[in-house]
């Protein structure tokens, strides 16, 4: 087994809670009297990017040597998945929850992690896959960080409910773009 293989079990634990969290929300969210669209689409968003993050974990095989703390750089956002999409659907049961209630209580939160998992994401496109600060794919990156950045400060309702829309938009078009063919980020 190499050292990516041995790292990727817990990444791959982690993302598997989180989609499991999020699969599992979403059918009580979907069958819930009091659903809101939006958080539902939140859901589904965390769903495409836990996909979309496995996909994208295979740029580090260009990981060389692998440290302690490359390993936690490599765990923070499979961690910041779970965590968001803990606060979206928590464990205890939820068929009565006001989901537009409980949105707007935890969407900061959310968003203020969504700001980091950006950050990291970048930081680690730069330094362990070797791409370049300037590389398109950071165009996508950007738009998400300003939509998670607009969530986290917007006070209108109409806006931070077009967020969940805007950012599986994003995420598909990004994947199409730039994500199509595994390992995309890893400089040649």
């Given at each position: 087994m190499s050292?990516?293989?041995?790292?990727?079990?817990m990444v791959a634990?982690?993302?598997?809670?989180?989609?499991?969290?999020?699969?599992?929300?979403?059918?009580?969210?979907?069958?819930s009297e009091k659903r809101f669209w939006p958080h539902t689409v939140?859901?589904?968003?965390?769903?495409?990017?836990v996909i979309q993050m496995w996909w994208a974990y295979w740029d580090y095989?260009?990981?060389?040597?692998?440290?302690?703390?490359?390993?936690?750089f490599a765990l923070t956002n499979p961690i910041i998945m779970f965590a968001s999409v803990h606060l979206l659907v928590p464990f205890a049961h939820t068929s009565a929850i006001d989901w537009r209630k409980?949105?707007?209580?935890?969407?900061?939160?959310?968003?203020?992690?969504?700001?980091?998992?950006?950050?990291?994401?970048?930081?680690?496109n730069v330094i362990f896959f070797g791409s370049p600060w300037l590389h398109p794919y950071r165009i996508f990156q950007g738009l998400v960080g300003a939509l998670y950045l607009i969530?986290?400060?917007?006070?209108?309702?109409?806006?931070?409910?077009?967020?969940?829309?805007?950012?599986?938009?994003t995420v598909?078009?990004?994947?199409?773009?730039?994500?199509l063919n595994i390992g995309a980020l890893i400089a040649d």
């Open positions: 050292q990516f293989e041995y790292v990727m079990v634990l982690i993302l598997a809670l989180a989609v499991a969290q999020a699969l599992r929300g979403l059918s009580e969210v979907v069958t939140w859901l589904m968003y965390y769903v495409l990017l095989t260009n990981v060389e040597v692998w440290r302690f703390t490359t390993y936690l409980h949105l707007s209580a935890v969407r900061r939160s959310v968003c203020g992690l969504g700001v980091i998992f950006i950050a990291t994401a970048v930081v680690a969530g986290l400060f917007s006070k209108n309702e109409t806006i931070n409910n077009a967020i969940p829309y805007l950012l599986i938009s598909v078009v990004g994947q199409l773009v730039v994500r």
